[in-house]
């Protein structure tokens, strides 16, 4: 009797010590020099600022950059001709004193457009020359410092049709191709990528994709990579879906960037007050096999991965689907989840 009390006692201690989350030892070693190619994540500047924990993790395991949402137009030209370039001088600062490579998101989209843009009225001749100076302006500002810019966003429709947005009705469809020429012409050295989302999950999509740009290629506009969102679940799309698109992306030419990365747990916005281990250990598995297939395409189309947002308190998911998710590396106290040490330990 004496000894099953003791052997309860035991049993109960060690299940009191044992972590929800299993300890990450590893913790010293850096993210990206696990990895060949580019390891990036979407930053706020003002989180940088004033959350040491958060500035220490992207210190730490990142050497690439994208913001969140300070080089979107609504942010960078608030008023025609009038732009705020203060928060992204800053990002842009912060990336040269690190020597981190910034990714610039994004000069051409249909959401987060300043009210004067979405309400712009005028000929054709100024619907081009707003265009045409936005996209001018900005990518001249960061010349030499952005490195890379998503140039058009989501400008497909997952049936592979051309989205209906205030870009086509007012230029036409060569507004795509517009927006690259001028965009190479204000920084000739800028990587320059088409940015979506479904991109994995509808096939017919991502051909419809990389059929136009191909052809845009093809009669010598400057197109370099694709940008594949990636916002996708622990369920789907499946692993081999994952790989198949980065396969048909590179085998088209383009450079692929695995620009927005999250796995949510939770499509169906149930009530999650925490996050369940089982799907935690499932998230892991997802980001070891993405980042594991990314390294086998070849190096000279790896442009990079970039997680979008630090922890799972900064995630974009909880506040704009307004759900509980855990889609992140890091949880709410910026600890490492299961998923960045299996990233750690393995890659
Ligand atoms: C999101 C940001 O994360 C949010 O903070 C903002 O409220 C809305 O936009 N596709 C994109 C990103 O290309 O710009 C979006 O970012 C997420 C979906």
Redesign the pocket.
């Known amino acids: 009797m004496k000894y099953q009390t003791a052997a309860l006692f035991f049993l109960v201690l060690v299940s009191c010590q044992t972590p929800s989350i299993p300890s990450c030892p590893q913790v010293s070693e850096h993210l990206a020099d696990q990895v060949s190619f580019p390891c990036g994540v979407?930053v706020d500047p003002s989180s940088l600022e004033f959350n040491q924990a958060y500035a220490g993790i992207v210190d730490d395991h990142f050497n690439s950059v994208t913001a969140?949402?300070i080089m979107?137009p609504d942010a960078l030209h608030p008023v025609e001709g009038v732009f705020d370039w203060a928060a992204a001088d800053q990002l842009v600062d912060y990336c040269q004193r690190s020597g981190k490579r910034l990714h610039g998101?994004?000069l051409i989209?249909h959401?987060?457009l300043p009210f004067w843009m979405q309400h712009y009225q005028g000929s054709r001749e100024d619907w081009e020359r707003m265009f045409k100076d936005h996209i001018t302006q900005v990518v001249s500002h960061f010349k030499g410092k952005v490195a890379s810019w998503?140039v058009v966003?989501?400008a497909f429709n997952d049936d592979g049709s051309l989205r209906n947005t205030i870009w086509k009705e007012h230029l036409g469809p060569s507004y795509l191709e517009k927006a690259f020429r001028y965009a190479h012409e204000a920084d000739p050295e800028a990587k320059l990528f088409y940015?979506d989302?479904s991109v994995v999950l509808a096939p017919q999509k991502r051909a419809a994709i990389l059929a136009y740009f191909s052809q845009l290629k093809a009669q010598g506009v400057p197109i370099h990579g694709i940008g594949v969102?990636m916002?996708i679940y622990n369920g789907f799309p499946t692993d081999s879906e994952i790989s198949q698109a980065m396969d048909d992306i590179w085998r088209a030419g383009f450079l692929v960037h695995l620009s927005?990365l999250d796995i949510s747990i939770n499509p169906l916005g149930q009530a999650m007050p925490t996050p369940p281990e089982d799907e935690l250990a499932r998230q892991a598995n997802r980001y070891l096999y993405i980042f594991q297939s990314f390294k086998r395409i070849p190096e000279a189309y790896q442009f990079g991965i970039t997680i979008?947002?630090v922890s799972d308190a900064d995630s974009?998911i909880r506040?704009?689907f307004n759900r509980d998710d855990y889609p992140l590396l890091f949880d709410d106290q910026y600890q490492p989840k299961p998923a960045f040490c299996k990233l750690i330990s393995t890659l």
């Open positions: 979407v969140e949402n979107k998101h994004t989209w959401q987060q998503d966003n989501e940015n989302y969102q916002h927005e979008w947002g974009w506040y704009f």
